[in-house]
């Protein structure tokens, strides 16, 4: 996702939660969503799936990680 290409995964444990379906993300669950998911792939036009995993840089992981250290040592 970080390469902002088509990712095409199955349903599995948070991704729903985490990731809306669109802009480069598909899940398939049958063989016919595979195959919708590949063919919208193969023209990733409006592929945006960079812009989904921006929020979980590791800087931005580690600066969430020391606020909620400073949070915790403080209180």
Do not use: A, K, P, Y
């Given at each position: 996702m970080?390469?902002?290409l088509p990712v095409?995964?199955?349903r599995y444990?948070?991704?729903p939660a985490l990731?809306?379906?669109g802009q480069g993300l598909f899940f398939a669950s049958t063989a016919d969503e595979l195959m919708?998911?590949?063919n919208s792939a193969r023209h990733p036009?409006?592929?945006r799936t960079r812009e989904k995993v921006t929020p979980y840089s590791w800087e931005n992981i580690a600066n969430y990680v020391l606020e909620?250290?400073?949070i915790e040592v403080k209180s």
């Open positions: 970080s390469c902002n095409i995964t199955v444990g948070s991704l990731f809306e379906e919708r998911g590949i036009n409006g592929c909620q250290t400073m």
